[in-house]
């Protein structure tokens, strides 16, 4: 290989991403980034908006967190938080390109829409038998 190409594995993955893959792969990092700045400067968090759980989903009537919940993430509480957003990234810049050529653009982002719905109606489900079984902790858990 020439020196110019070794190790440089993003750059030919980043070329390979249609539109909607690119936005996404760059609002998951830039989105939590300025949800991190904004939380320190305003009085409502912003995971007030984000964070699904039983409270939020079902009392409080807040749906659009089944939806939106997936791109919010707090990758600076930890270094392994900050690991798992890299591999998130990678992850999505190989799997998802295939997935949006083969469906289209506008299929591909109501699949991750509702893909994440199907997860969260999951944890919800699962978070509602655990509170019923061992205390209201459950109900405040969110993703």
Not at 1 to 20: K, R, S, V, Y
Not at 94 to 104: D, N, S, T
Request: hydrophobic content about 55%.
């Amino acid at each position: 290989l020439p020196p110019q190409t070794m190790g440089n594995i993003i750059q030919p993955l980043w070329a390979e991403c249609p539109a909607i893959t690119r936005c996404v792969v760059a609002a998951y990092p830039a989105l939590a980034l300025a949800l991190a700045v904004l939380g320190e400067v305003v009085a409502t968090h912003p995971s007030f908006f984000f964070a699904c759980s039983l409270y939020t989903a079902v009392w409080e009537l807040r749906i659009w967190t089944l939806f939106v919940s997936v791109f919010y993430t707090t990758f600076f509480s930890s270094g392994m938080d900050f690991l798992m957003m890299l591999l998130v990234i990678y992850m999505a810049m190989v799997y998802f390109p295939a997935c949006e050529r083969a469906h289209g653009s506008i299929t591909f982002l109501a699949y991750i829409f509702l893909a994440n719905c199907a997860t969260n109606l999951l944890f919800l489900a699962t978070m509602g038998d655990l509170s019923t079984a061992f205390g209201p902790k459950y109900f405040l858990a969110s993703n």
